[in-house]
């Protein structure tokens, strides 16, 4: 696989850091500036995602506390006091970015302490080869030193979608759920425009933040290739 010329340069004009590879032959397509420390934005989420699904807990119920909820938009706007499955937390947090979701996913599963669950998605990017990454929360707000490589989140990428649990999220337009106790109704709607207009995507992540700009890693499958993009 190769990319025309055009297509090459208007790449390299309008995006500040790139990589492609065709995960069906493991050629690398395309890359310009891999390894270019970035603010990640909502990318971040593939690995509060990861994280939840492998910690056996996406049965267990959530209570929203005020901490949980105190963060930016995007919001699914979650109510104090209302309990959730984690399962649907995480898929509010895939879907359309919800960032009171993923608080709660890295409150409840650090035990109480954001700070905890840092810790582990940082242990977690280590332990799966991302060398100039670091995580200081679970939504990809740009506190303190947060930050990743095109090279790193394409190795999160690779790890994450050998998951059926994680691929079926990532490629969902809408989730619906509601509170288990409150019976309230939510309806989650994905910010990826690839999903809608491009039939052979796949997921899985867009993100965006003032100092990161807009961040994408697309995922499509065609004729027996599969290709993701940072």
Do not use: W
């Amino acid at each position: 696989m190769y990319l025309d010329k055009e297509t090459s340069e208007r790449i390299k004009k309008n995006v500040d850091a790139i990589i492609a590879k065709d995960m069906t032959s493991k050629q690398l397509i395309f890359s310009k500036d891999a390894h270019k420390v970035n603010q990640p934005a909502s990318l971040t989420k593939i690995m509060t995602a990861i994280l939840a699904i492998e910690s056996g807990k996406m049965n267990d119920v959530v209570t929203i506390t005020k901490p949980m909820i105190q963060v930016e938009p995007t919001k699914a706007n979650l109510r104090v006091g209302e309990k959730f499955y984690l399962r649907d937390l995480v898929k509010a947090a895939m879907v359309m970015s919800a960032n009171d979701a993923a608080m709660a996913i890295g409150v409840y599963l650090g035990d109480g302490d954001v700070d905890k669950f840092a810790g582990m998605m940082n242990q977690k990017a280590k332990k799966i080869g991302m060398k100039n990454t670091n995580f200081t929360n679970p939504c990809g707000f740009d506190i303190g030193n947060h930050y990743s490589t095109a090279q790193d989140l394409l190795a999160m990428s690779e790890y994450a979608i050998k998951n059926s649990a994680f691929n079926e999220m990532a490629k969902l337009k809408r989730h619906d759920f509601k509170s288990l106790n409150t019976k309230r109704n939510y309806a989650a709607y994905t910010h990826n425009k690839l999903l809608n207009n491009y039939k052979y995507a796949v997921g899985i992540k867009t993100g965006f933040t003032q100092k990161a700009g807009p961040c994408l890693i697309a995922r499509a499958q065609k004729d027996g290739r599969d290709v993701l993009v940072v």
